[in-house]
C-alpha cells in the first residue's frame, strides 16, 4: 500500500525504513533518504535518491541478493514480491524457459544474477539484453547492473510514495 507524501515525510523512520528498503536493498539509501525528511514534494524526494547513485559495488552486490532471477518470479505476499512479478510481467513461460538457461550462463561469468529493469519490456528483449551483457567484463557489468537498480529504485519509489 504506497503512502502519501506527506505520511512519508511524518512517519517514524521505522514504519518508513521498509518501505525504502523494498525499493532498493542498500542501507546507505535508505538511511540518507530518511535522514533528509521532509521532502514537500514528490519530485523533491525523486531528486534526492537519484543524487545517492551511483551506488558503490558492494551496495550493487548487495541489492543484487534482494532481487529474483529474471524468469523466476518472485513467492510471497511482500510489496516487493509484488513488484517483481509486476515488473516482470513480459516475461511468459516460453522466455522464462530460456532464461533459465540464459541466467545459468551469465551467473557463471560474473558469479551474481542478471539485473535489469524489466518493467515494460517484452521477454525477448530482456533475453536479448542479457545475451549482449555478457561480452562486459565483470567491472562493467557490476555498473550497469548498478544503473538498472537505480531505475528499479526510482520505479518502485514512485509506487510506494504518491503525491
Known amino acids: 500500500m504506497p503512502l502519501t507524501l506527506r505520511e512519508f515525510d511524518q512517519a517514524p523512520a521505522q514504519d518508513v525504513r521498509p518501505v ?34 551511483p551506488l558503490r559495488p558492494d551496495e550493487v552486490e548487495q541489492a543484487m541478493a534482494a532481487h529474483p532471477r529474471i524468469g523466476e518470479k518472485a513467492g510471497g505476499e511482500s510489496t516487493e ?20 538457461t540464459a541466467n545459468a550462463e551469465y551467473e557463471a561469468t560474473f558469479g551474481h544474477v542478471f539485473l535489469v529493469c524489466a518493467s515494460g519490456r517484452s521477454g525477448a528483449e530482456l533475453l536479448e539484453n542479457l545475451r549482449s551483457r555478457l561480452s562486459n567484463d565483470a567491472e562493467t557489468e557490476l555498473e550497469v547492473a548498478g544503473q538498472e537498480l537505480a531505475k528499479i529504485a526510482a520505479l518502485r519509489l514512485e509506487k510506494a510514495v504518491t503525491s
Do not use: H, M, N, Y
Open 81 to 100: 514480491a509484488g513488484w517483481s512479478r509486476s515488473e516482470q510481467s513480459g516475461v511468459d513461460s516460453d522466455a522464462a524457459r530460456e532464461f533459465a
Open 20 to 53: 525504502l528498503t523494498a525499493c532498493l536493498d542498500v542501507p546507505r539509501w535508505v538511511e540518507t533518504l530518511l535522514a533528509k525528511r521532509p521532502f514537500g514534494d514528490l519530485a523533491t524526494l525523486l531528486a534526492a535518491a537519484e543524487a545517492l547513485i
